[in-house]
């Protein structure tokens, strides 16, 4: 029996969207943080809860709500990297 409380967030994946993010986990040339978002995702559609694919993915459960909020308000486009992230050429 699944404990806990279900999850407001609800994740359908287009079959586009579901191929995409498979590709990204058999990438090894996309950034590991694009990696480990797609997982997220596809975890979250699977069905999983926010603590299972948090304790799967090693991340704290707040990490893979901001996560599955950015999706489902931007799909794929969110789960790139914000301008401006990492070291400046400076």
């Known amino acids: 029996m699944v ?22 986990q058999r990438s090894t040339t996309i950034a590991s943080g694009r990696t480990r978002r797609g997982k997220i995702i596809l975890l979250l559609a699977a069905g999983a809860s926010q603590s299972a694919v948090a304790q799967a993915v090693d991340v704290h459960r707040t990490v893979v709500r901001h996560w599955a909020k950015r999706f489902l308000a931007q799909r794929l486009e969110g789960l790139s990297d914000a301008p401006g992230r990492g070291a400046t050429g400076g």
Do not use: A, D, F, I
């Open 3 to 24: 404990r806990g409380r279900k999850s407001s967030l609800r994740l359908v994946l287009s079959p586009e969207e579901q191929q995409t993010l498979e590709r990204w």
